[in-house]
């Protein structure tokens, strides 16, 4: 199968660069910027590294919300 070799280009390196506190919040955005590059929205580093940072905003502003 093609998706076998399909890998994202982000990786919790980047994430930590971007300001992104390691825990769990990495599984969220890798697995949904995996699930896009899948669904072809993010097929390029940059494509994900942007969604990467709209992921986070939008995770955080939803914990911030529910406490």
Do not use: F
Not at 33 to 41: C, E, F, K, S, V
């Amino acid at each position: 199968s093609r998706l076998r070799y399909l890998t994202i280009e982000v990786n919790g390196n980047d994430l930590e660069g971007m300001g992104i506190e390691p825990g769990p919040i990495y599984t969220l955005i890798l697995s949904r910027l995996t699930d896009a590059m899948i669904d072809g929205r993010a097929t390029t580093r940059k494509k994900q590294l942007k969604l990467a940072q709209k992921l986070h905003k939008d995770l955080s502003s939803h914990e911030d919300a529910s406490e």
